[in-house]
């Protein structure tokens, strides 16, 4: 694909068009930096290209990196976009993460980010009921590292918090969306 070559996909710089590898780095730039997913019509927006422009220049992206082995990918979930690490070098990326004692998770808190992951949206209490003892402070580290977050509130008398995974839950674990987590039947021994 020679996008660059389509003089009304997008708006000329001060310096004149732009080619196609300086908007390959640009959009790679902002989707390492986000941290999260970006939409299709805000990248569009940032580069100052169509939409349609925009999604070919990212699928193009997307078979580079296959083709060219290298160690990240970028996932497509309803026309948004994040660089994520391949799979196939998640027994690296673990191992750095367990060696990392800022990144490991407690017994607790996996026990408890389980819980909401598979029984979203779900209240403390019930946390607590599942897991037998108290999950506050589970809770409150989980919510500092951006894994769960408040998802409103049940409505019944005291109105608890019901608590939710986040987007960053999903690059934790290199999911794409909450379809992709493992049945929890086949992983219950």
């Not at 209240?123 to 409103?152: C, F, H, M, P, Q």
């Amino acid at each position: 694909m020679k996008s660059s070559d389509d003089k009304s996909s997008c708006e000329a710089t001060e310096k004149g068009k732009l080619s196609e590898n300086k908007y390959f780095s640009i959009i790679e730039s902002l989707l390492f930096v986000s941290g999260e997913s970006l939409g299709i019509e805000q990248i569009a927006s940032i580069i100052k290209c169509n939409v349609e422009f925009t999604k070919n220049l990212i699928d193009e992206m997307s078979s580079i990196y296959k083709k060219d082995c290298r160690g990240i990918e970028i996932l497509r979930d309803n026309n948004r976009y994040r660089l994520v690490t391949k799979a196939e070098n998640s027994s690296y990326v673990e191992k750095l993460l367990k060696n990392n004692s800022r990144q490991a998770l407690s017994q607790a808190s996996l026990e408890t980010l389980a819980i909401v992951a598979y029984k979203q949206p779900i209240t403390r209490i019930d946390i607590d009921e599942i897991r037998g003892v108290k999950s506050d402070r589970a809770i409150s580290t989980l919510i500092e590292r951006r894994l769960i977050k408040e998802n409103g509130r049940l409505n019944v008398p005291g109105r608890p918090i019901l608590y939710g995974t986040t987007e960053e839950f999903l690059k934790y674990f290199g999911f794409e969306n909450l379809d992709n987590m493992p049945n929890l039947d086949s992983i219950i021994v």
